[in-house]
């Protein structure tokens, strides 16, 4: 399945895992590409999601994560 922003790359394997952190840095990535909203929507969404995998799903449905 290709991601909603495949142009936008995030770093997750060999980081920290915390969650906050992984939002943070898929929100930083969409706010560099210039995807302003789409950061916000992200962000929102994943603090609402109900765990740590819907977390890590939402991440690969929106970016393309290495």
């Known amino acids: 399945m ?6 936008v790359n995030v770093q997750l394997s060999g980081e920290d895992g915390n969650v906050f952190l992984i939002i ?3 929100s930083r990535a969409l ?3 210039g995807y302003d909203d789409a950061a916000k929507e992200f962000s929102a969404a994943a603090m609402k ?5 819907a977390v890590l799903r ?6 393309n994560v290495i």
């Open 24 to 26: 943070s840095r898929v």
């Open 58 to 63: 939402l991440c690969m449905e929106t970016v």
């Open 31 to 33: 706010k560099r590409a």
């Open 49 to 53: 999601a109900p765990s740590y995998d």
């Open 2 to 7: 290709e991601p909603k922003y495949p142009g």
